[in-house]
């Protein structure tokens, strides 16, 4: 199999690879280098229509394929990504801007145990039977739903996009899926994958295009019956009020403003290290990352100097060099508004402890789009800056005087999506992990994930869980059949 990447990218719709009906193309730009170096289709509802034929047409055999069959493809696929690691990993650093090391020992090797995962599941799905003293036995079936849409983002490419589609495929749907149309490569590669891994054709189809036509036309699409959402919240309120009066199922995964909440008592190594990550990496633009950290105050200057430090050291540069630790910021539109959130930060009284600036690399990069990992404090919870998503390498530092002070400091937000938690006191993390708003809380370790796990936010931050049987009953419709004997 040949992973060639031509400059103009294709839908993949029944099993080929196909230009958009409308002919109509976008640039696809290097963040790094701020340069275009390849075009994607500007799809729209028409090639929604034909990959919703191919999907009707595959779906008959595909929900009736042993789970065996199913584990076989997906699992090769699963294989296939890993055999070709490198020119992913090239892909998405080429596309999204993120270090190349990050991608290759992060996203793709996700992506594969994705799929490894979920081939699994497919063996191992089971339902539930309940008897009764009625002589009646009930069985629950857990059938394929359909056609489902898969919509995803650009921060992690093929990580999220493997995330929503290897269950979707377990669970014998048939998939119309569209990665963001920041960051395509990699979902065009992988339809290559799939085609090499003999998935039938038009069990998935992929689709590239914008948010507001593309992805509108899959959300809107009667025959279309779930949508598995990741995005921001803005957009997944918008497909809420299409898909909600249409009855689809939905699951949004969305924005997040999480705490890192910090106390005196933790180990401080083992903190510090990992609060250098949760605030920047991927340029801070993971879900995930911890953009308001609240310190014990008794050691907030001590954190404040020692962070500080530890943040100048990271390396900025071109992603493809193994030292930088830093890459660039996914697109300019993004970097702009990062950029805006800063100058707000500053208006709303915020001290720029370090960063605030755009960074300008040499050589091949400097027309790229990088900021400095930015630090700011003397900011209250309620301003901007600490209430609203800013998606980059920008932290908060607030002091806390009391247990009760760090909730509620944790809890000012109107997202829900991860906090971390870092003490040696056990009923101390353990009173706060049940006490914080949010789907997701780490206790001494940030970013662990076991595929097993609910993921997913509460709030503003999202409907719905994903991950493990969660994924696998979402993508599934129950129904009951009773049995009097
Ligand atoms: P986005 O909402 O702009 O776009 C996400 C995807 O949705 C893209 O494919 C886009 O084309 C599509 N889209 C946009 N508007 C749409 C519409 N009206 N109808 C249908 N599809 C539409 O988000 P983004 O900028 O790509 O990603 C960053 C956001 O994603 C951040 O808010 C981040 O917190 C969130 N995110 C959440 C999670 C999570 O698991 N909760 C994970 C990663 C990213």
Redesign the pocket.
Known sequence: MQLDIPFQLENFIGGRFKKPISNDFLPNINPASGEQYGEIPNSNKKDIEEAVVAAKKAFPDWSTTSTEKRFKVLNKIAELIEVNLDILALAETNDNGKPLWLSKEVDIPRASSNFRFFATAAMQFASESHSNENNIINYTLRQPIGIVGC??????PLY?FTWKIAPALAAGNCVIA?????TPVSAYLLAKICKEAGLPDGVLNIVH????T???A??KHPAIKAIS????????E??AS?AAPMFKKLSL????KNPTVIFADCDWDKMMFNTIRSSFGNQG????CGSRILIEASVYEKFKNEFVERAKKLTIGDPLHESSKQGAIVSKV?FEKIMNCIEIAKKEGGNILIGGKAFRPSGRCEKGFFIEPTIIENLGPLCKTNTE?I?GPVVTLQPFHSLEEAIELSNASDYG?AASIWTKDISTATMLASTIESGIVWINCWLQRDLRTP???IKN??VGR?GGWEAMRFFTEAKNVSIQY
Do not use: D, M
Request: hydrophobic letters at 35%; glycine letters at 20%; charged letters at 20%.
């Open positions: 919509i995803s983002p650009w921060n992690l999220l569209k990665p963001s149309e920041v295009g914008e948010g507001q593309c992805g509108e899959i959300v959402f990741t995005g921001s919240t803005r957009a997944g918008k497909i299409i995964e969305l924005g997040g633009q993971i879900c995930l993004h998503e998606f999506l993921f997913g936010g931050s999202g994903e």
